[in-house]
């Protein structure tokens, strides 16, 4: 059985070492557009030069598992073009291309490997005294705007977005402002309608200055599903079936950000119990056997502000907000347990 794996992130990882693990005889390739593993919960880390966030993909896969460094154009009927012209052949596919970014003119990505790699560098460039902005009220925002304040005290950092910290619940949502305050951060309730010359000009109207701004909202996915003729919802995520298999050719498999699953937010904690699930049901239909369809289960939000401090906001299983929340040292152990145990979990594809 020929196993192709498009993506190689926590999901994609996660699926070819649990396919090569679990389904006897399996052929599989990761076809990637870098040589590395890319943790994209620590960009913001990499962007203020605190953390690596990238490993050799190799070092990554299982043996046996093959990758091939370029970009899926379209899968077609059990095929696959690659941008170089090549194609490789399938009987099961795995599309986990993640999320995307669609950055305002003007403004830096951070929820890419390149964007970050941009703004690593134009940060580090930054004299005393400039200002850093970064857009976006959730997650990426809070985090970025909080790492850059933490590792570059010297600079001014300004977060722009609408409802700040909102995917938080009360007592957790008051204490991240808290901590942005405390860092020294600006936070303004607006959002960015041009960059141009150094200057934003908010949608309230008012204008200011950014030396170097920062889009730290993701939103959307790649093409790659509907340029393919798959069907998709209203955001490009692949219709799946209890199964994560795409409804227009059950074939494929489609595992993370870019599956159309009611009620499934971008993020890690989709990434790997879907990847787990997708390739759990290959490895019961090679067995002859029916699958057992994905459950979708939420317990978290982890948010770190600096170093040092962090929130960790559990939700029910359908990720609606408890009240309860951990805070300062614990909720960075919290944290630390998330980046290690998801690239882990990726590199070993756990569970039984």
Not at 216 to 245: K, M, T
Request: proline share 4%; glycine share 12%; with cysteine.
């Amino acid at each position: 059985m020929k196993v192709v794996v498009v993506g190689a992130g926590y999901a994609g990882t996660f699926a070819a070492n649990r396919v090569a693990k679990k389904v006897r005889g399996a052929e599989v390739t990761v076809v990637n557009a870098r040589p590395e593993f890319v943790e994209r919960i620590r960009l913001h880390q990499r962007i203020a030069g605190t953390a690596a966030a990238a490993t050799p993909l190799t070092s990554m896969l299982r043996a046996g598992v093959a990758s091939r460094i370029g970009t899926v154009e379209k899968i077609g009927d059990g095929t696959v073009l690659l941008d170089d012209g090549e194609s490789l052949g399938f009987d099961h596919l795995f599309l986990a291309v993640g999320s995307t970014v669609r950055p305002l003119a003007g403004t830096v990505p951070v929820g890419t490997w390149e964007g970050a790699e941009r703004a690593r560098t134009a940060l580090a460039a930054l004299p005393a005294g400039s200002t850093v902005t970064v857009v976006g009220g959730g997650p990426t925002g809070i985090e970025t705007a909080a790492e850059v304040a933490d590792a570059r005290p010297g600079v001014r950092v300004r977060l722009i977005g609408s409802s700040v910290a909102a995917c938080l619940s009360g007592g957790a949502r008051q204490r991240a402002l808290a901590a942005l305050s405390r860092l020294g951060v600006e936070v303004v309730d607006d959002g960015v309608e041009e960059a141009a010359d150094g200057v934003l000009r908010l949608r309230s109207g008012r204008e200011v200055p950014s030396a170097l701004t920062l889009w730290a909202i993701v939103e959307g996915v790649p093409e790659l599903a509907a340029r393919s003729g798959l069907d998709v919802d209203a955001e490009g995520r692949v219709v799946v079936d209890a199964y994560l298999r795409s409804v227009t050719d059950q074939r494929i498999f489609a595992v993370g950000d870019c599956a159309g699953v009611a009620g499934s937010r971008f993020g890690c904690q989709t990434a790997a119990p879907q990847a787990r699930a997708a390739a759990d049901a290959l490895a019961r239909l090679a067995e002859g056997r029916e699958p057992e369809p994905y459950a979708l289960r939420y317990v978290a939000r982890c948010v770190s502000l600096g170093r040092k401090d962090a929130v960790a906001q559990f939700t029910h299983p359908d990720d609606s907000l408890k009240e309860s929340y951990l805070k300062g040292g614990t909720a960075v152990a919290f944290k630390r347990i998330v980046y290690t145990g998801t690239k882990y979990g990726s590199r070993k594809a756990i569970g039984a």
